[in-house]
């Protein structure tokens, strides 16, 4: 599979192909966006524009990875020019395992079923059309602008307003809106979707801004990875142990809802169309470390890994000691 990361040295910027344990530089494009759209324009795909864009530069990945190096790791896509451009977003509900943590965060009694499981079971009987039909919708919420994506080794940060931060491990989808408004899948990348679960937990209302937190995406943009089952691994650090870890699977056969209608319900909507943007998907989440009673505290570090995605993606989390002042509003009327 052709994996690209970005990376930059100062002002300089770069896209490499990952050839462990080397990065071989790339020719033309200082963003995974410009390269995206030069092949768009070219009528190639994308990986034989970019290993035709090849140089005979290499670099030592895991001092760049290690951040031993000038040349830093960046996040595998961005909107360079207009990071607003850039929407994060995603789709709950979508594995097996989700659903079960999901339903036990909001259980009401045995004999009634949560609103949360009534969405998936939607999912199972509805979320994988015949071709040429449309599914069911799949839950779906706002995170932010390409402003709140992380790249591995930087801190994931509870804000002071939460109440708890905990990982979330996925794939996302990697999308640039091509300029007659047609989606382009770019490719896959490993993610960390990080969200508020304790303040989820108090009532499932509270999903829409237990959501607006920051995320992180792996090194590594996977421009042709198959997605029926991958499996990967979590772990959670704590002073240099781990105190828990999980074998985790994404992929379609984990999942109720099939990746072609997650993609339809999420650019059906003619503002997700616009061209030129980008847009960074979450698919959901196998199982959490807060559906087993772990609560993270600063300087844990989450630790994700998925099957022919490249690198682990390592965050840790940082909790403020302060607390942020009170938000008004001047009246300008």
């Given at each position: 599979?052709?994996?690209?990361?970005?990376?930059?040295?100062?002002?300089?910027?770069r896209v490499a192909l990952v050839e462990e344990p080397c990065l071989r530089l790339l020719a033309?494009?200082?963003?995974?966006?410009?390269?995206?759209?030069?092949?768009?324009?070219?009528?190639?795909?994308?990986?034989?524009?970019?290993?035709?864009?090849?140089?005979?530069?290499?670099?030592?990945?895991?001092?760049?990875?290690?951040?031993?190096?000038?040349?830093?790791?960046?996040?595998?896509?961005?909107?360079?020019?207009?990071?607003?451009?850039?929407?994060?977003?995603?789709?709950?509900?979508?594995?097996?395992?989700?659903?079960?943590?999901?339903?036990?965060?909001?259980?009401?009694?045995?004999?009634?079923?949560?609103?949360?499981?009534?969405?998936?079971?939607?999912?199972?009987?509805k979320g994988r059309a015949a071709d040429g039909e449309i599914g069911a919708a799949p839950e779906?919420?706002?995170?932010?602008?390409?402003?709140?994506?992380?790249?591995?080794?930087?801190?994931?940060?509870?804000?002071?307003?939460?109440?708890?931060?905990?990982?979330?491990?996925?794939?996302?989808?990697?999308?640039?809106?091509?300029?007659?408004?047609?989606?382009?899948?770019?490719?896959?990348?490993?993610?960390?979707?990080?969200?508020?679960?304790?303040?989820?937990?108090?009532?499932?209302?509270?999903?829409?801004?237990?959501?607006?937190?920051?995320?992180?995406?792996?090194?590594?943009?996977?421009?042709?990875?198959?997605?029926?089952?991958?499996?990967?691994?979590?772990?959670?650090?704590?002073?240099?142990?781990?105190?828990?870890?999980?074998?985790?699977?994404?992929?379609?056969?984990?999942?109720?809802?099939?990746?072609?209608?997650?993609?339809?319900?999420?650019?059906?909507?003619?503002?997700?169309?616009?061209?030129?943007?980008?847009?960074?998907?979450?698919?959901?989440?196998?199982?959490?470390?807060?559906?087993?009673?772990?609560?993270?505290?600063?300087?844990?570090?989450?630790?994700?890994?998925?099957?022919?995605?490249?690198?682990?993606?390592?965050?840790?989390?940082?909790?403020?000691?302060?607390?942020?002042?009170l938000i008004t509003v001047f009246n300008l009327g």
């Open positions: 599979m052709v994996r690209l990361v970005q990376i930059r040295n100062g002002r300089e910027r033309l494009c200082s963003s995974v966006y410009e390269l995206a759209g030069a092949a768009l324009a070219s009528g190639r795909t994308l990986s034989s524009f970019a290993e035709k864009q090849a140089t005979t530069e290499l670099l030592d990945y895991e001092t760049i990875y290690q951040g031993a190096s000038d040349w830093k790791l960046m996040t595998p896509i961005d909107h360079p020019i207009e990071p607003s451009r850039c929407l994060v977003t995603g789709t709950g509900l979508t594995h097996f395992g989700s659903a079960r943590d999901r339903d036990a965060m909001h259980t009401r009694t045995e004999e009634e079923l949560t609103d949360s499981m009534k969405m998936f079971r939607l999912g199972v009987e779906w919420f706002y995170k932010g602008t390409g402003s709140i994506l992380k790249v591995s080794g930087e801190s994931l940060d509870v804000p002071s307003y939460a109440e708890d931060g905990g990982e979330e491990a996925e794939i996302a989808g990697i999308y640039l809106i091509g300029p007659d408004g047609r989606p382009c899948r770019l490719g896959l990348a490993t993610g960390n979707e990080f969200s508020d679960h304790r303040f989820e937990k108090k009532n499932y209302l509270n999903l829409a801004g237990s959501k607006l937190r920051n995320c992180a995406l792996g090194p590594e943009l996977v421009l042709d990875a198959p997605f029926q089952s991958v499996p990967g691994e979590v772990k959670i650090e704590r002073g240099g142990s781990v105190i828990w870890s999980k074998a985790i699977c994404t992929g379609e056969a984990e999942m109720c809802h099939s990746l072609r209608n997650i993609e339809h319900h999420h650019f059906k909507f003619e503002g997700h169309r616009r061209p030129g943007d980008v847009h960074v998907h979450f698919l959901g989440a196998h199982s959490l470390s807060f559906g087993s009673g772990i609560e993270l505290t600063d300087g844990d570090l989450m630790s994700i890994r998925f099957e022919g995605f490249g690198r682990a993606l390592l965050n840790p989390l940082s909790v403020p000691s302060r607390l942020d002042p």
